[in-house]
């Protein structure tokens, strides 16, 4: 799937649902959550099961950085985000400057 800023994409197999923040033009990428394929959100009810690989957290930015690719978790459930079967990393926040 060719993934652009904006996009919304929920998990088939949980609740979970993300936006995407950075995405490379161009790049076709296997985004995952739970071991399932994500999909455009249509109001459809989720029928597969979420595997038991962890869970998707609320609030909390994921990036693969080599694919340029930041994702924002808009709604949290079960199930790890992947790219294919490589987990996606959480994006700590970066450090405020000391004030003194």
């Known amino acids: 799937m060719e993934l652009r800023p904006g996009l919304r994409l929920q998990s088939p197999s949980s609740d979970a649902q993300i936006v995407v923040v950075k995405a490379t033009a161009g790049v076709d990428v296997d985004l995952r959550c739970g071991g399932h394929p ?9 029928d597969e099961p979420a595997g038991d690989d962890g869970q998707t957290l609320l609030g909390k930015r994921y990036a693969a950085e ?7 978790c808009t709604k ?3 199930g790890a985000l992947t790219i294919g079967d490589v987990p996606l990393g959480m994006k700590s926040a ?3 400057p000391s004030s003194d």
């Open 76 to 78: 949290g459930g079960a």
């Open 94 to 96: 970066k450090p405020l």
């Open 66 to 72: 080599e694919l340029g690719l930041e994702v924002l």
């Open 38 to 46: 994500m999909v455009e959100p249509d109001g459809t009810t989720r």
